[in-house]
């Protein structure tokens, strides 16, 4: 199943958490495993604090200034620096689920990591139920 995210800024974290969890309780599955796949080069998808809004932020001003949006890159489309982010973040995650819920930590979340925007992205999630028969 895919669903779109509409990012606004040209860096942004979006918590996608809500999101998937519709997706798990619409597919009827309690047990498995759930992936989360940016279908883009320039978004990824990460795991990380949900409570307090300054870690995103903290995280971006810093994945910044690691990787500069103009470093003189070769790529002609002038946005190498999202690519490279999101090699260092990955296009997914892969989340456990146990009766119906998604085993996340307490603090835990789902984000989109918009590294090229503003755009409308497409995230697709794959649900792979357990077989629980003995």
Known sequence: MQFSVKTGARTQMIDITDQI???????????????????????????????????PVDILSCINKVIPFDDNF??????????????????SETVALENGKLVLGTWQSLFFCEFDGPRTRKINVTIIGANNQA
């Open 21 to 55: 969890r519709d997706i798990v309780r619409q597919s009827g599955t309690r047990n498995g495993l759930v992936h989360v796949f940016s279908m883009h080069t320039t978004g990824a998808v990460t795991i990380n604090e949900n409570a307090d809004p300054a870690v």
């Open 74 to 91: 070769q790529h002609m489309e002038g946005n190498s620096a999202a690519h490279i982010k999101v090699s260092l973040f990955g296009p």
